[in-house]
Structures are given as structure tokens and as C-alpha cells.
């Protein structure tokens, strides 16, 4: 149950990091090319450790998430289940 659970948690995470990869992305880039700011002082260094950075923090935020809820449903399946063992 708790590799299913971790598994979830990978998965999920993956997900949100991609599509906040995406979403970090296009503005980045976008503004890179329209503003005189940040084409300056954004090299593709700087620009790359945005993204990446919004990337892992999607990562870690969903799939802790995500294996914290699991694991809350599974804590009170086994409450249930043990009040219907004991009655």
C-alpha cells in the first residue's frame, strides 16, 4: 500500500511539473524577447533556473500532497475497518 502510495505521488508530481514548466516557460520567454529589462539581465542561465525552480517546487508541492492525502484515506479505512472487526 505504501509503494501505491508513493507511486501516486510520483505520478501526480511529474504532472504538475510539467504543466508548471510550461507555464513558467512562456512568460519567461516571452519577456526575455519584449523586454529591455530582462534581456539584459536574464541570460539563458538565469532563465533556466526559473523554470527549473518552478518545476521542482510544483513537484514536491503536488506529490507531498498527494501522499499525504493517500495516506489519510488509507489511516481511516483502517479505522473503519477495525471498528467492524471489534463490533
Known amino acids: ?9 510520483v505520478v501526480a508530481g511529474a504532472k504538475a511539473a510539467i504543466v508548471a514548466s510550461v507555464a513558467a516557460a512562456v512568460p519567461t520567454l516571452a519577456s526575455v524577447r519584449m523586454l529591455p529589462w530582462a534581456r539584459y539581465n536574464l541570460n539563458p542561465t ?3 533556473l526559473i523554470i527549473s525552480t518552478v518545476a521542482g517546487a510544483a513537484y514536491f508541492i503536488v506529490a507531498d500532497k498527494t501522499v499525504l492525502a493517500s495516506a489519510r484515506k488509507n489511516s481511516f479505512n483502517n479505522i473503519v475497518n477495525t471498528s467492524d472487526i471489534q463490533a
Open 1 to 9: 500500500m505504501a509503494k501505491r502510495c508513493s507511486h501516486e505521488g
Open 46 to 48: 538565469a532563465q533556466a
